[in-house]
């Protein structure tokens, strides 16, 4: 296979240095179309989005029982020159001269070439990077993680792989997955109580929803660093914009406010929005049958400054509205995905970022503000997907941190380390935490975030 030449490299050459040139293609059969006389084998590597033709002539040796063995799906490499494709589909195609059969496919396959729902794909979640709109998001995502690192480490963020599983609870909203090598059947008790003494960690611990608490212990000693990873959450959410396990993205700055952080969102989407329209093949697929219009509308986000409002600019702005929202908006509630998508879809049109939401709604971690009712918080709220990122500046001052703590009900010295931070050498600083599925959806079009990861985990679900 050391010759191997892929889809994409023979597409992309120039005409003076492919024709001509015998290649051997290894790929998946989408299609075979017998024709007696030759047979035209479209064959996928995922290389790219395109397939590419070979033509099979009858003259080649045992002709007919080779043709009979290959089916959609099959593996195979072919060898053969390249030539000029007649047809306006594509430049070039291969002339065959041997065929080389290595998985035959039955014609139980599931993925036979016709329109599959993506309920039904999601299924046969193994198979579905087969088909164009899987194999299209697993690019342009992988994509999208390579800018991701480019972003930072041009701007000398250090990238840190904090832990999977922590005691923590980043976000101090219990939606925790709780880990232990505990035999569930007949746990070891004390008073009554499960004893977690006896557990792997000596204590409770469960993975992590978020890399931020171990990211600011990092940016208070190199200043930058961005963590990319998974994170889960043990909320019982149903939709289509929420997973069970999800990746992302946090950038954590010292010497920083709340402006510092808005600025480096704002930069960072805007670098992922580029990088994914440069997904030219893909990018037009999901343009012509996912989302009409995607390009344009995420070309004009790149190019326009995202707006910046207050929580309580936004409250008036839904109130005034007259909408019949189905939940009702009152200062100091959260702002439902109805709201969200209202002020960035209808109302503003673009991305916004929206500042300063009440304390009681917003995680402990986050800068109580001078009007004692407000924190240093921020989403970035983007049309129809609603909010995507969100971020804060930090409280920084340990007294109002521990009190902070406590009211929530949360044990300081559980987060002594925490505090910590505070204690020796504190620091204003802040950033944010992107959720890449749901980045892979604003820029692709894809209506369920169960389509934007490889194998999803939801509630109820954890196939593959
Ligand atoms: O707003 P969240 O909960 O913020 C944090 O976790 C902070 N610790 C981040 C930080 O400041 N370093 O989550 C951040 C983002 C959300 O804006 C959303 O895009 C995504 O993570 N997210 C989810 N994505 C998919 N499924 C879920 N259940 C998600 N929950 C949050």
Request: with cysteine; proline share 5%; glycine share 6%.
């Amino acid at each position: 296979m050391q010759d191997r030449t892929k889809i994409k490299a023979i597409l992309e050459a120039e005409e003076s240095a492919i024709l001509g040139k015998n290649v051997t293609v290894c790929g998946w059969i989408r299609t075979v179309r017998d024709q007696k006389s030759f047979a035209f084998i479209e064959i996928s590597d995922g290389s790219c989005f395109s397939t590419i033709q070979a033509v099979a002539d009858a003259k080649l040796p045992s002709y007919e029982a080779k043709i009979a063995e290959l089916s959609t799906g099959a593996a195979i490499a072919i060898s053969g020159e390249v030539v000029k494709s007649p047809g306006n589909k594509q430049k070039y195609e291969i002339q065959v001269s041997s065929i080389e059969l290595f998985g035959t496919c039955p014609n139980d396959f599931p993925l036979q070439k016709k329109r599959h729902s993506f309920d039904f794909l999601r299924s046969i979640a193994h198979l579905r990077p087969r088909t164009n709109t899987q194999g299209a998001v697993a690019r342009v995502r992988s994509r999208l993680a390579y800018a991701t690192h480019r972003f930072f480490q041009e701007r000398g963020f250090v990238y840190l792989q904090s832990p999977i599983i922590t005691a923590s609870d980043c976000e101090g909203a219990g939606e925790l997955f709780q880990i232990t090598t505990l035999n569930l059947d007949n746990p070891p008790r004390d008073k009554g109580k499960i004893d977690y003494k006896q557990d792997f960690f000596s204590k409770p611990a469960f993975l992590t929803v978020s890399g931020q608490l171990n990211a600011e212990a990092y940016a208070t000693a190199l200043s930058d660093v961005y963590t990319f990873g998974p994170t889960f959450r043990a909320e019982n959410s149903n939709t289509s914009r929420h997973l069970a396990e999800f990746w992302m993205i946090e950038p954590e700055m010292a010497f920083a406010n709340l402006n510092t952080v808005a600025n480096l969102a704002e930069d960072y989407l805007k670098c992922l929005i580029q990088e994914a329209l440069s997904c030219d093949q893909d990018m037009q697929f999901f343009n012509e049958h996912i989302d009409k219009g995607i390009i344009e509308r995420l070309q004009h986000v790149h190019d326009s400054p995202f707006i910046r409002m207050t929580y309580t600019e936004a409250i008036d702005i839904l109130k005034k509205s007259n909408k019949p929202f189905e939940y009702p908006v009152e200062w100091g509630s959260d702002l439902q995905s109805e709201h969200e998508r209202y002020i960035a879809e209808e109302y503003c049109k673009k991305p916004v970022i929206l500042t300063n939401y009440p304390k009681e709604i917003k995680a402990f971690y986050m800068r109580n503000n001078e009007d004692g009712k407000t924190v240093a918080a921020l989403d970035v709220l983007v049309p129809k997907i609603g909010e995507i990122i969100g971020g804060s500046q930090r409280e920084e001052r340990y007294d109002i941190l521990t009190k902070k703590i406590e009211a929530i009900g949360l044990d300081p010295h559980a987060y002594a380390w925490y505090l910590d931070l505070r204690k020796y050498g504190t620091v204003p600083h802040g950033g944010f935490g992107l959720g890449f599925e749901r980045l892979v959806q604003f820029v692709t079009g894809i209506e369920n975030i169960r389509d934007a990861i490889a194998f999803p985990r939801v509630p109820g679900q954890c196939e593959f």
